[in-house]
């Protein structure tokens, strides 16, 4: 079964440093991935999406990441790490048609 | 536009009550889902269903039901509740053209 691990259930940085957010994927063909952001006491919502059009995938809020191969990863960074960035982010996978799961999440803590 | 709306927001029950949990979107999507979110444990899909009148079991069925006999309504069934079922559900409905779920601002369960 597809599956997506999130390495690290909470992450700080501070800000103007380099956000890395890891996600590895388990599948034996290349899946549909994606990252979601929530911010507290709100649903989630769609960061970015990977659908093999192109390895390197921009987002929103300045967000992009990588879908390796060779890796079976797909990070999700940001150059700059700003205050509003604070929220827990998921990795998910497509797992079937239309059908979607997610990672245990991390949250992104912001330092002044 | 109101997008995706669940309601109750907040519920306490005590253990062997029933209720439901109701999903409503105006976004004449296909495809709905069921999910719940616990701490280290991300988001586990409950239920989803393809289409009115259609339903399926996802990585956590056991302990729920769900019903769609309108396009737009997706209900969450609670018959018998037990503490392990505190958590906060979320409601998504899928726009298949972008393969990108909306999310509802969930509902927070507490079962004493």
């Known amino acids: 079964a597809q599956s997506v691990t999130q390495l690290g259930s909470h992450v700080s940085v501070s800000e103007g440093a380099l956000v890395l957010l890891r996600c590895n994927y388990s599948?034996?063909?290349?899946?549909?991935l994606f990252w979601y952001v929530q911010y507290p006491n709100q649903g989630l919502q769609l960061l970015l999406k990977y659908t093999s059009a192109a390895t390197l995938v921009k987002g929103i809020n300045g967000f992009e990441a990588e879908f390796k191969k060779s890796e079976t990863s797909f990070h999700l960074t940001k150059p700059s790490a700003h205050m509003s960035d604070a929220a827990e982010y998921f990795c998910?996978?497509?797992?079937?048609?239309?059908?979607?799961?997610f990672g245990t999440g991390t949250r992104l803590k912001v330092l002044a | 536009n109101a997008g995706v709306t669940q309601t109750p927001k907040f519920r306490v029950l005590k253990t062997g009550q029933s209720m439901t949990l109701l999903c409503a979107q105006d976004m004449n999507h296909e495809y709905m889902y069921w999910y719940r979110q616990d701490p280290g444990m991300g988001l586990r899909l409950i239920h989803y269903s393809v289409g009115e009148g259609t339903t399926a079991k996802g990585e956590v069925p056991d302990g729920y039901n769900v019903s769609r006999l309108k396009k737009q309504n997706f209900l969450l069934g609670l018959e018998s509740a037990a503490p392990s079922q505190t958590s906060v559900y979320f409601c998504a409905s899928l726009f298949t053209g972008a393969n990108v779920l909306t999310f509802g601002a969930g509902s927070r369960l507490t079962v004493l």
């Open positions: 998910a996978v497509e797992a079937g048609t239309y059908k979607y799961i």
């Open positions: 599948s034996s063909v290349p899946p549909y």
